[in-house]
């Protein structure tokens, strides 16, 4: 009898298992528009300049504007998680999305850029904190690093579309017609999580403690303000949201704005070249983030292999800030290292969600989302500021100078490493301890 028990386990765990990879390939779908939202205006910076002649302040903000939109509306759809779950809302927000991408392209002014960027931040910002609440649920919590990689990987496509794919047809025909196509995606993607998304497994084993979220429907609004107000009272939760708040921004701000701008004006290459080497980075990135969940689990850190990571792009940033104009075979190699180091992110998201429990995943995931997508309307922002004080044309006609550069990329070293002294207060936590440990 005990061994059909464990045979049953093991079979349930086995179908579960099956189904979270079904899961994660739906999901990853949309959320592979949701990274080239984010990364695409890096390659297309000089062609929207030029059309719409955007300052580099202003292009700052019409990029970051995507990201505030997006951190905005994480609190509410985070509740909304807790409430009716994934399935429900995601697609539902999803439709702005493909408005937004549609407008974008159609847009012949400033203002229905910057529409069209709102209404995508605020229609994929479900994407990725579904994907983690799914897997708060689903998988054993030994293994959230594990799946978020991959998750991160799949996303990854999207940064990758954003460089070389997006270069060829912005060169070839135009920009336009990348965003018409990412709203045909976006729409078949909706449709696929509506048909293939649960927000429970069938069976739930009992380490997901999805007995105790069984009666979040019932919790009115005041319960729901106050289950997030008892995350927000976690001491050790704010330091990590601050290195959240700084270490992704860094890494979006290089592969999404700045890098391609870059190696145009510093190295002379064209929009194609630039793009192939922001293709690298992405790539480094997608492989790193399949990796280091096992090595998290392996390890059996977190903390020291998120500052390890973070540390090295500090570094690498630097160097960039202070050798003038290094030789190109240098930057390409800081830039991949830039990409790989990135993927540390994951980490810190494991290492918050090992803070709060089952039923208030969804609001404890979604004040993780404010901080990595908030962040870069700041970091984005500030850099545009810091580019336009070198140059005062609008962005298309002005060929930057490398200090130009080397004042951004030193403003974003000294950024993520001063965060690392705030992450370095938090006590570390342990993979095979899982969740809800405080």
């Known amino acids: 009898m005990k061994s059909d028990n464990n045979q049953d386990s093991r079979n349930s765990s086995s179908s579960i298992r099956r189904r979270l990879f079904l899961i994660v390939g739906v999901v990853g779908l949309v959320y592979v528009m949701s990274q080239f939202f984010r990364t695409a205006n890096g390659v297309i910076a000089k062609d929207l300049s030029f059309d719409f002649s955007l300052t580099p302040e202003g292009l700052g903000i019409l990029t970051g504007v995507f990201f505030l939109s997006f951190a905005i509306v994480q609190i509410p759809v985070g509740m909304l998680f807790d409430r009716f779950?994934?399935?429900?809302?995601?697609?539902?927000?999803?439709?702005?999305?493909?408005?937004?991408?549609?407008?974008?392209?159609?847009?012949?002014?400033?203002?229905?850029?910057?529409?069209?960027?709102?209404m995508m931040g605020c229609g994929v910002a479900p994407v990725l904190m579904g994907a983690l609440f799914i897997f708060g649920r689903w998988a054993d919590p030994s293994e959230f690093s594990t799946w978020m990689g991959r998750m991160v990987a799949i996303g990854s496509v999207g940064?990758?579309?954003?460089?070389?794919?997006?270069?060829?047809?912005?060169?070839?025909?135009?920009?336009?017609?990348?965003?018409?196509?990412?709203?045909?995606?976006?729409?078949?993607?909706a449709g696929l999580i509506w048909m293939v998304v649960r927000n429970d497994p069938p069976n739930p084993v009992k380490k997901l403690e999805n007995t105790d979220s069984v009666n979040k429907k019932n919790e009115n609004l005041r319960q729901s303000i106050y289950g997030l107000g008892s995350i927000l009272v976690n001491r050790k939760l704010w330091p990590i949201l601050a290195m959240a708040f700084v270490s992704y921004p860094v890494t979006i701000t290089i592969l999404g704005l700045w890098g391609a701008p870059w190696l145009v004006d510093v190295y002379g290459l064209d929009k194609v070249a630039a793009g192939n080497i922001m293709l690298w980075m992405a790539i480094a990135l997608m492989f790193a983030s399949i990796a280091l969940g096992p090595i998290e689990k392996k390890l059996n850190m977190r903390k020291w292999l998120a500052i390890s990571c973070s540390m090295t792009i500090g570094i690498s940033l630097l160097i960039l800030a202070i050798w003038p104009k290094a030789p190109i075979t240098i930057a390409i190699i800081l830039v991949i290292i830039i990409g790989l180091a990135s993927s540390h992110n994951i980490v810190l998201a494991s290492h918050g969600r090992s803070l709060f429990p089952s039923n208030l995943a969804g609001r404890g995931m979604s004040l993780f989302a404010i901080a990595f997508m908030g962040g870069p309307f700041i970091m984005q922002s500030l850099t545009g500021l810091i580019v336009g004080s070198f140059k005062s044309d609008t962005f298309a006609t002005a060929d930057l100078n490398v200090d130009a550069y080397r004042a951004v990329f030193g403003f974003l070293a000294g950024a993520i490493l001063i965060a690392n002294l705030f992450y370095l207060r938090v006590p570390d936590s342990r993979p095979s301890h899982g969740f809800e440990q405080s």
Request: hydrophobic share 60%; glycine share 10%; proline share 3%.
């Open 85 to 118: 779950g994934v399935r429900v809302i995601m697609p539902i927000f999803l439709l702005l999305a493909i408005a937004g991408s549609i407008i974008f392209g159609i847009s012949n002014s400033v203002t229905e850029l910057l529409i069209g960027r709102i």
């Open 159 to 189: 940064a990758l579309l954003s460089a070389t794919p997006l270069a060829w047809v912005a060169q070839d025909y135009s920009w336009r017609f990348a965003f018409y196509g990412a709203a045909v995606v976006t729409a078949i993607g």
